[in-house]
């Protein structure tokens, strides 16, 4: 529909394939949710013309767009296959992989996150700490531990076009996925991918998005993250910009959180015991205690502005890194 000026139910079918009945039905449920307009609703049904207007095309097609919403509905699919596991879980404490939930899971996280990693990723947070702008801008190497699809990695490496990207993570189809990717987006010379994190590193930039609440053992994670940046690299995780304290009620962001938290990510930490047992809500205090048992200083949250995000630095016994402000 974003292709078109406006569509009836039999032209949307014909594009797409489908049933011109339900092709109806499903425009005029996009047209009563005010998802899409209709041109004349007193024209007979099978001739009323839909349009998509151009405001509502970065939410909902334009899978580079920062508000792009379409993958929730993807992981919201992946999970509702398997509510019998998680009611099980519920019940006895276990809990449903990522592996299990499959690729609807996979890919519909990684589609959610892609505008950012290929988009402000560098330009707006990494290349607002001057050490690991310095240090990547003149050819430092990247550790991305959980990596997922690959997205962060191409990112990283499309922004510095002199660095090495070295990306981790357990799930294969995800790997196997993520190379296709770097070798799409032609980087793939300089970012490898691998399923096992190296005992020790000279890494200038070790870092973590969005994975470290989803794991069964932050805390063994993070002791590797430490033994695998260089002396004077820098150790980066973003993570969901949580309340800094439990509060109810919360607003809609925190509600969102512990939605997801419930569905998928508390599972998936719990699928593999024993478990930290996170879940998505993994306030800064949280992530510290991590840090610390791990052998880190502690935690620095860094000034940069992200309505969804924080970003930390775990302080090692090296001198604090500054920010640009």
Known sequence: MADSPSLTPAELADTTGTHPRYAREWLEHQAVCGYVEVDDPATPEDQRRYTLPPEHEAVLVDEDSLYFVAPFG???AAVGKHSDELLHAY??????????????AREGQAAANRPLFLGPLVPDYLSKIPAVDAALSAGGAVADVGCGLGWSCIGIARGYPNATVHGFDIDEPSLAAARRNAEQYGVSDRVTFFDQLPDAGEYDLVCAFECIH??????SVLSAMRNMVAPTGTVVVM???THEH??????EWEQMLYGFSLLCCLPDGMSHQPSAATGTVMRPATLEQYAKQAG???I???PLENDFFRFYILRTPNPLHPVAG
């Open 91 to 104: 019940r006895a404490g276990g809990g449903v992989s990522w592996a299990t939930l499959g690729h609807d």
């Open 300 to 302: 620095e949250v860094l």
């Open 246 to 251: 439990f509060t109810a009620p919360a607003d």
């Open 214 to 219: 989803d794991m069964s053992d932050p805390v």
């Open 74 to 76: 993807q992981l919201a």
């Open 296 to 298: 880190f200083a502690g």
């Open 239 to 241: 993570d969901e910009r």
